[in-house]
């Protein structure tokens, strides 16, 4: 079985700029988490979708925003980029939202210049 | 809220030396622990979880972890370190009640030496 993938896997934006990226999980599963990782805050919980609606947010700016399709594909938006936005964004599935385990993506390395 | 602290940045181990990285949790109700690792350039890996049951919880790798709920600790822990096992580790807790929010340590980056 396919693992969660993520594209793209690297991304150089400049400040100002929006950016999409999106996360594919492994198939039969309906939860999609995003994490935010950075060297100085560690890995941050952004939000997580499960049959298209999101059902927690962690504590983001409104310019951080997402959406799951009914294929359970998700994607995460960022408006106005920041140069702290700079970070690895992690996806991870699981295969409801009361699953134990998450599985993680590779992640996308996005770069904000 | 919960909480994670992983109080060791960097633990270093020789090659065949028992290993131990600490994490102490805090949560509103039952917790759910987990162990992930990540290697360089890659997404995190599941290791093992605590959910009920025993308190001695083996995982992938060789790798076991013992919940104690009176030191709200979770450490994990290998009887013979591996160079391969050099990595960063994270520690992460969720409430029983708070499906699908995980929250995680900073972690800690362990290297084993030959």
């Known amino acids: 079985k396919a693992g969660v993938t993520q594209t793209p896997r690297y991304l150089i934006k400049t400040r100002g700029q929006q950016v999409t990226l999106s996360c594919s999980p492994i198939?039969?599963?309906?939860?999609v988490s995003w994490y935010q990782q950075t060297p100085g805050q560690g890995l941050q919980f952004l939000f997580e979708?499960?049959?298209?609606?999101?059902?927690n947010k962690g504590n983001f700016p409104g310019r951080f925003s997402g959406r799951q399709f009914s294929n359970s594909r998700s994607e995460m938006n960022v408006s106005t980029l920041e140069l702290g936005d700079s970070a690895l964004y992690l996806c991870?599935?699981?295969?409801?939202?009361?699953?134990?385990?998450?599985?993680f993506g590779p992640g996308t390395r996005l770069t904000v210049t | 809220a919960q909480s994670v602290a992983q109080p060791e940045d960097q633990v270093n181990v020789a090659e065949g030396n028992p290993l131990t990285v600490k994490c102490t949790y805090s949560?509103?109700?039952?917790?759910?622990l987990f162990w992930y690792v990540q290697y360089p350039n890659r997404g995190l890996q599941f290791l093992l979880k605590?959910?009920?049951?025993?308190?001695l919880v083996k995982g992938s790798y060789g790798f076991e972890a013992e919940f104690n709920k009176s030191q709200t600790s979770f450490h994990l822990k290998k009887p013979s370190a591996l160079v391969s096992d050099s990595a960063l580790y994270f520690c992460?807790?969720?409430?029983?009640?708070?499906?699908?929010?995980?929250?995680f340590g900073d972690g800690t980056t362990l290297t084993v030496k030959p």
């Open positions: 991870a599935s699981s295969t409801t939202i009361t699953s134990y385990e998450q599985y």
């Open positions: 198939s039969g599963h309906r939860s």
């Open positions: 979708y499960f049959s298209e609606t999101q059902r």
């Open positions: 949560v509103s109700g039952n917790p759910y």
């Open positions: 605590y959910i009920t049951g025993d308190n």
């Open positions: 992460a807790v969720r409430a029983n009640t708070n499906a699908g929010k995980s929250t």
